[in-house]
């Protein structure tokens, strides 16, 4: 199965995972010598700029925003109460 990821998307999800890099790097080099870095505050860090990015630039969904077009004809309901003879 293939996934189809839109140029706008992958660019978002390299940028978050960039920073998220970026804050761990920091981290771990701001913290001494034994420390592991913070992997919740990159996780975090990552997940916010990726969700701040898909919010200003759409994630290149392809949504139209006009409304449906409304259906013409009659509804189910109204064919079903005519179909029934009268008494």
Request: hydrophobic share 45%; proline share 7%.
């Given at each position: 199965?293939?996934?189809h990821i839109d140029d706008v998307g992958l660019l978002i999800l390299a940028v978050?995972?960039?920073v998220g890099y970026a804050v761990y790097k920091h981290t771990r080099a701001a913290a001494g010598v034994a420390s592991k870095g913070d992997v919740v505050g990159a996780i975090g860090a990552a997940a916010a700029t990726?969700?701040?990015?898909f919010l200003l630039f759409?994630?290149?969904?392809?949504?139209?925003?006009?409304?449906?077009?409304?259906p013409t004809g009659h509804a189910?309901?109204?064919?079903?109460v005519s179909a029934v003879p009268p008494e």
């Open positions: 199965m293939t996934l978050g995972l960039l990726i969700t701040a990015l759409g994630g290149g969904g392809s949504a139209s925003a006009e409304p449906a077009p409304r189910l309901a109204s064919l079903q």
